[in-house]
C-alpha cells in the first residue's frame, strides 16, 4: 500500500526532491547493487547523514516499515524467490521532502543443463557437406547475461549474446553451422553457457559446458566398378522387384547379399541379377559385391524403399461436437492409418478446393505407422457450410508410381454460429408510403427482433416496419441470439410538408477520455424564440439572439451523460437532438496468470490461463486478445452495457506440447471506439507467461536394424523434460549400461531393447544388430512377429525357413511343437491360452551344425470388470472454489502398462493418467483428480474411461470402458455482472436484479426513496423517485449488492410548461 503512496506523492505533490536543480537525495546504499542466486539470502544497508523524521525500506520481500530514531537500516531477505524485485530505500526529511533511492537487484539461476547434438542427421558426416549443430540451454535466468560459446577441442568458433529482457528462467536453443574437412575426423565439438553478471556477480562467471560431441567424417574413395540398373528402386509391400548388377572388369567372382533374394558368389558372369517375387521386408539393405583380379572387395549398395498406402484417411473435431462459434479457435484431426515409409508422406489440409497447409515428416521409420495431424482453424460467419477435407500423399519421387497415390478423408460439414452484424449502425429515412424500416440480418441461429423509440407504444418483433406508419423521430432496433446483439439506429424524416428538427451538430458523436475536455456546436438557420444545451455538466441557458451555441466541459466525470440541445421554433413547437458521447477509461493494469497451477506444464493436460484487465471503461469497446509468441490464438468481446470503470476476467483452455517447451503466452487489451475515438486503438499487453513443459520421451521410431561395424553406434538419445535416465536390456548384455549410446562392434547379433525412462513415463526402442556378409543372421522368419491375444482366447503363429536344416521346432509352455526335420513352415497353436506370461521360441538346428532361435513377443490382455467413479470423504453439494478430489476404480485388468485413465467433464478431456508398472496379470488400479469447481460446474457431469491401447496388433478401435456419469451439484454466492447500472426513469423501464446463485438467492432493496420492504428481484422504474437504489441478493454462502442509479429524462416537460404559464401571467398583468 505504502508502495502505491509513494508513486501517487512524485506523480503529485510538490514536497518530492526530484534530481536537478535540487539536491540529491542523502541515501547512501552498501553495496549499491546486487547479484542473487534464487532462493539465496541478501542484505543490503541504507544509511543517512541527516536529521529526518523517518526512513524505511519498501520491497515485495523483506519490507522495513519507517523508523524515526536510527540513521541506518538494513533490507534483509533469507530466502529470495521474487524474480523481479525492486526494493528501494525512502527518507522523509526535516525540511518536510521525501525522497528515495533504488537497488538494482539482479536475481539468478544457473542452467539445469547444457547439451549439443546434430540436427537431421545421425551417423558419420560427409566431407564437405554442412550440417548443423544444436546447443540446448535449459532453464536459466537472466538470459540477458548469457554467452553460449562453440568449442571445437580448445578452439573458441563462435558466441552468441541475447537482448531478452526476461528475468524468469527460460530455455535457448542455438545452432551451429559446419563444413567438416577430413582434418575434422575425430574432432570433439562442445558448447558452453557462460553467466557473466559482473563485478558484483559470483567470481569466476558460472560456466557449463555440455558433453563431447564426437565427429567421424568420411573422404572420398575410388569407385566400385559395379553398375545397378536400376540404381534406386520403389516397392510396393508384398510386390516384386529385380535388379541388375554388371562390371567390365576381370574378377575372382560377385554376388548379391540380401535377407531376401541373396546370389551366391559367381565366377564366369559379368552380370548378375537380384530377384524378389514378393517382397515382405520392410528394411531391406541389398548389396552388390565384387572381388577384382586387382586391388580389394568392394561393394555397391542398392536403396530400396518398400511402400504401402493408407488404409484410411479420415478427419474430425478434436474435443467439440456441434457449431462451430465465430472467432473462436478449434482443433481438426486428420488420421492416416498405416502408412509407408512416412518419410514421404504429405499430408495436405483443404477448406473446399483451397489448400489451406500441409505437413511433412522426419521420422525414419521404414514399416507403417499411424500418423495423426492436426490444424486450428478460427472460423467466421463467411465459413459457415464450409466443407473442409485433408488429403494424404506418398511422393515416392521418380521411382515410384507416377503419379503420387492420393487418398482423400469425407469431407467435414461446418456449420458456424455468429452474432447479428449491421452493415451500417444508422441509416435515415424518409417517412413515404413504399418505404419501409428494414432491419433484417444473417445471423446463425436466427435472430429475434426488438424496437425501441419515444414513439411507440406495442411491442414489434418483426425485422421490418412500414415507415408510414410512424412519426418522425429515432427508432433502435435490435437484433439478439445467443452470441450476442447489434443495434441499429433509423432516422425516420419527414417529408418537405413536415419539416425535421432544424438543428445540426458538430461534431455528431464524441469519444472524451475520463476527466478530459470536449465541446460540440448546435446550430440552426431558422428563426427562433431561444435555444440552449440541457446536460448534467456543461448545460447552456436559453438563448435568443444566437443561431450557434457551444457545449463545452473542461473536465469530464461523468460516465453517463445525455447532453442534448433544444430549440424553441417560431410556431411554439419545440425540438431536440440528442448528442452520443462516450466517456472511456483505459485499464490500469493487464496480467496474465495461470489458474490453479504452479510450476511446469505437463504435455497433453488440459490448464487454464487468467487475463485480468482492472478498471477499463466502456467494456462494450474492449477486446481482449491471446497470443502465444506472436500468434493471436483467440479474442473475446463483450455485450456489457456498463459505462463505469469495470474489471474483467477472461480465460484461455490450452493443451501445450512439447514444441510449447519455452513459450510465451501473453494477453492484451484494446479498446476500439470508432472513428471518433484515437487512432490507433490504445493497446495494452500483460507481460509474456514464459511456459515450460515437461513431456516423457518419445523415440521417432521404435525400431532401427543397424549392420555390425566398427564406425557405427546403437543411438538410443531421445529428447525429454525433465531429461531421461537410459537402461539396456537383451540376452546378449550382461552389464548393467546406463549411457544412451553403444558401440555395435562391441556387441553380438541380436536384439538390444534400450528403455528411456523419466517421471512421466518411457519409451523404448528396439536395435535390431545384423551381422555383415560374413556372418549370417537367424534364417527363421515369424509370421506375424508379434501377437496379443485375449485371456483364454486363441492364437496360431507360422515359423518358416528357406534353408536346409536338421530339425526345426517350438519351445513354449503351452502349444509346444516337438522338433521336425522335413519341413520348412511349422505352426505354433494354442486354441484357449491362460498364461499371462508366456514367452514361446522358434528354433531351428542348421546343417552346419549350430542352432539359433527367434522369440515371439506375446501380450495376453484382459478388458477391465467394471470402471467406477466417485468423491473422496464427501457426498454433499460442493462449494465454489474449495477443492475436492474425485476417485476412479478401474478393477481387474491386464497389462496394466498399456492401460490409459482418461477424465472428462462433459464431452472435454481434462487430464489422463499411463502406468509404467510391469505387471502381466491382472490388478486393480485407483487413480484420483483434484477438482476445483466453480459457478459454471453446476449440474456438471464427470466421468472417467479406462482404455487398452495395445498396438497396431491389438483390437481395433482399443477397448475403451467409461464409468456412469458423476452430476456434481456447486453451490455458489450471487455475483452481478456490474456493481452499479444507470437506467433513464421510463414507463417500460425495470431494475432488474436478478442473479444466478445457488441456492437461489433472496433479494433486499435499500434507498433513501424507500419504504417498504421489496423483497422481488425486479421493480419498475416509473413507480420510484430519481436516485440511488442499491440491491442485495443473499444466499447461504454469501451476498452481492448493485447500485442502480436511476434518472429522470434529459429535458423535463414540466420546467417548460412552467415556463409556459408564468410568460403568459406576466403578459396578463401587463395587459391589466
Known sequence: MFQHFIVYLFAVSPLVSLTGAEAECPLQLNPQRVVVRYGGSVEVNCNTSVLHKGMGWEANEGIVPKIINQNLITWRVSELIDWDIKPFCYINTNDSKQCLIELPVTVYKTPDSVSISTVNHRGPMKEGQQYELQCDVHDVAPVQYLTVKWYKGQTLLHQTTFSDTDKTPVNKTVTLLIRPDRADDGAQYRCEAELDLGAEGPQPSPKYSSEPLNVE?????????????????????????????????????????????????????????????????????????????????????????????????????????????????????????????????????????????????SDTDKTPVNKTVTLLIRPDRADDGAQYWCEAELDLGAEGPQPSPKYSSEPLNVEVYYKPQHSSSTETIIKDDKVMLDCSVKANPAPDYTWSSDHLNLNISSSVIESSALSPGKYTCTAT??????????????????????????????????????????????????????????????????????????????????????????????????????????????????????????????????????????????????????????????????????????????????????????????????????????????????VEVYYKPQHSSSTETIIKDDKVMLDCSVKANPAPDYTWSSDHLNLNISSSVIESSALSPGKYTCTATNSLGRDSKVFILKSTGAEAECPLQLNPQRVVVRYGGSVEVNCKTSVLHKGMGWEASEGAVPKIINQNLITWRVSELTEWDIFPFCYINLNKGAQCEVKLPVTVYKTPDSVSISTVNHTKPMIEGQQYELQCDVHDVAPVEYLTVKWYKNQTLINETTFSDTDKTPVNKTVTLLIRPNGNDNRAQYRCEAELDLGAEGPQPSPKYSSKSLNVEVYYKPRHSSSTETIIKDVKGVLNCTVKANPAPDYTWSSDHLNLNISSSVIKSSALSPGKYTCTASNILGRDSKVFILKSTGIRPTFWTVLTVFQLSVALISVI
Open 217 to 361: 567424417v568420411y573422404c572420398a574413395e575410388a569407385e566400385c566398378p559395379l553398375q545397378l540398373n536400376p540404381q534406386r528402386v520403389v516397392v510396393r509391400y508384398g510386390g516384386s522387384v529385380e535388379v541388375n548388377c554388371k562390371t567390365s572388369v576381370l574378377h575372382k567372382g560377385m554376388g548379391w547379399e540380401a535377407s531376401e533374394g541373396a546370389v551366391p558368389k559367381i565366377i564366369n558372369q559379368n552380370l548378375i541379377t537380384w530377384r524378389v517375387s514378393e517382397l515382405t521386408e520392410w528394411d531391406m539393405f541389398p548389396f552388390c559385391y565384387i572381388n577384382p583380379n586387382e586391388g580389394a572387395q568392394c561393394e555397391v549398395k542398392l536403396p530400396v524403399t518398400i511402400y504401402k498406402t493408407p488404409d484410411s484417411v479420415s478427419i474430425s473435431t478434436v474435443n467439440h461436437r456441434g457449431p462451430m462459434i465465430e472467432g473462436q479457435q478449434y482443433e481438426l484431426q486428420c488420421d492416416v492409418h498405416d502408412v509407408a515409409p512416412v518419410q514421404y508422406l504429405t499430408v495436405k489440409w483443404y477448406k473446399g478446393q483451397t489448400l489451406l497447409h500441409q505437413t511433412t515428416f
Open 481 to 690: 441470439n445467443s452470441l450476442g446483439r447489434d443495434s441499429k439506429v433509423f432516422i425516420l424524416k419527414s417529408t418537405g410538408a413536415e419539416a425535421e428538427c432544424p438543428l445540426q451538430l458538430n461534431p455528431q458523436r464524441v469519444v472524451v477520455r475520463y476527466g478530459g475536455s470536449v465541446e460540440v456546436n448546435c446550430k440552426t438557420s431558422v428563426l427562433h424564440r431561444g435555444m440552449g444545451w440541457e446536460a448534467s455538466e456543461g448545460a447552456v441557458p436559453m438563448t435568443k439572439n444566437q443561431n450557434l451555441i457551444t457545449w463545452r466541459v473542461i473536465n469530464l466525470t461523468e460516465w453517463d451523460i445525455f447532453p442534448i440541445c433544444y430549440i424553441n421554433l417560431n410556431k411554439g413547437a419545440q425540438c431536440k437532438v440528442e448528442l452520443p458521447v462516450t466517456v472511456y477509461k483505459t485499464p490500469d493494469s493487464v496480467s496474465i496468470s495461470t489458474v490453479n497451477h504452479r510450476g511446469p506444464m505437463i504435455e497433453g493436460q488440459q490448464y487454464e490461463l487468467q487475463c485480468d484487465v482492472h478498471d477499463v471503461a466502456p467494456v462494450q469497446y474492449l477486446t481482449v486478445k491471446w497470443y502465444k509468441g506472436q500468434t493471436l490464438l483467440n479474442q473475446t468481446t463483450f455485450s456489457d452495457t456498463d459505462k463505469t470503470p469495470v474489471n474483467k476476467t477472461v480465460t484461455l483452455l490450452i493443451r501445450p506440447d512439447r514444441d510449447d517447451d519455452g513459450a510465451q503466452y501473453r494477453c492484451e487489451a484494446e479498446l476500439d471506439l470508432g472513428a471518433e475515438g484515437p487512432q490507433p486503438s490504445p493497446k495494452y499487453s500483460s507481460e509474456p507467461l514464459n
